[in-house]
């Protein structure tokens, strides 16, 4: 059932054995995995079946640290949550991502990757990708009619992984949803405040409201939170009338160590000195029976191991643009006409003299104002994505400001990248750009190889918030346990990318929806115990 929180009076009170906070994936997905099992479920979504800009404007906050996505723009706050917006690539974590690892501070999950081998074909399924086996098997590969190219293999590793059609969880499983008997979901309900007993060791209620009313409390046995890393962390931290610091927070670990994809956009450009064909099982889409999948290439084991690297992959692109030659010698040009030389000027005329042909293809286009290339010359420009490393610094926080709809604090976002996240980034590109011509297929470019490159920029973000609720055995190195409970705290519970210790190089939603169905197997089996 779904329906809208305006049909409550107000002052009433909603009952449940389990309380799930936010329809996203990871809500949506313990709601569906629950059912069927005696259980009343109830969900509250902050949002909306559709987009509504009121609802929106409640992810609004400061960006206070590194340059980033603006919150309110990260993530969609409506039935579905960030699904509605997410490009579908689909694969899990590797191994090595849940080891606590020399060289990479605060790393280490107090699960492992075997954990969570159960509950990946559920995930599978839910995102509407194969679900027979992993994604990355021989037998996937003996489909592709291309071989993928032989990089040392103590070095990079070829892949594959799934397209999600993507999959909109408000859309594909509302049908689900509204004609479960046992799960009532419940719209434009936003909660504003987690209730706990006097100890602030287990929680009593939620207070909820709607953009326009009513105001009404929630009752349940157990209860989870599934809003994304930013608005789990800012409920956590709201939650301040018996524990001050905010729930689970009396270690000060609460919105701590965020974490995103860090993106070049191209990493580098490389001038492709065979038959680009070569390429064609990482630039294009390979239909696996109903499904499609695509080539990736990721750091091996034994290089993340020996130089203590954190986890990254590059996707490929077959392009057609302007080599750096040419670019550079069109830069020099038109600050010269406009009487000065360029910034950078040192780099514009290293590319032009290890770019003639781009120089001669500038000049031709020039002299002759024409629209194609003199030597045609075909580039592969790759897009690299490096795990940024846990930082304690790196944090959502609370500001002064009560200027949401309903008056609460808002939040700032402290991300911080170091000279650690850089060097990693220009070491991951220098390793393809050393396998590229090792095998003989061109030459590199790549503005992070430059002395004098302005780190970060120019970057992009994956949008994955990861970390603010990070998994640990001990709560003074994390704010849930193995079982994504908040420590201290005997019936709260997180689901999503917030408990990440650490990220890897995957794309997060598929672990998000492995980690929901696996906690929705430990709710069911809490509440047949008949535990609180």
Known sequence: MIFHSGNLSNASKLDADVCIVGGGAAGISIALKMSGNGAKILVLESGFDGYDERAQSLYAGENIGHPADPLNEARLRMLGGSTNHWAGNCMPLDPIDFEARPGIPHSGWPISRSDLDLYYPAAQELVETPSDTLYDTSEHFSKIPDHPIAFDESKLTSYLYALSPPTQFGYVYEDRLKQASDISLVLNATVLEILTDDTASQVTGLRVAGIDGPAFEVQAKLFVLAQGAAETARLLLLSDNVETRGLGNSNDLVGRYFMDHVSFRPALQAMVARDNSQFRIYTEEHPVGEHYMRCAIRASEDLLRAEQLPNFRFI??????????????????????????????????????????????????????????????????????????????????????????????????????????????????????????????????????????????????????????????????????????????SNLFVAGSAVFPTQGHATPTLTIVALAVRLADHLKARLAEGQP
């Open 316 to 489: 490929f692109f077959h392009e057609e643009t302007g080599s750096p030659g040419q670019s550079s010698a069109t830069t020099i040009k038109r600050a010269l006409e406009k009487g000065h030389a360029p910034d950078n000027l040192r780099w514009h005329l290293a590319n032009v003299l290890s770019d003639l042909d781009g120089l001669t293809n500038e000049v031709y286009r020039t002299l002759l104002r024409s629209e194609e290339d003199l030597i045609r010359r075909d580039w592969i420009e790759p897009w690299l994505s490096v795990e940024s490393l846990p930082n304690p610094d790196s944090r959502v926080l609370l500001t002064a400001d009560r200027d949401d709809i309903f008056g609460q604090r808002r939040i700032a976002l402290d991300w911080r990248l170091t000279n650690a996240d850089l060097a990693a980034n220009r070491r991951a590109t220098e390793v393809l750009a050393a396998e590229l011509a090792r095998l003989g297929y061109g030459r590199a470019w790549s503005v992070l190889f430059r002395e004098d490159y302005d780190w970060p920029k120019p970057t992009t973000y994956g949008k994955h918030h990861t970390g603010t609720t990070r998994m640990s055995e001990d709560p003074k190195h994390g704010v849930v346990d193995e079982n994504c409970r908040v420590h201290g705290i």
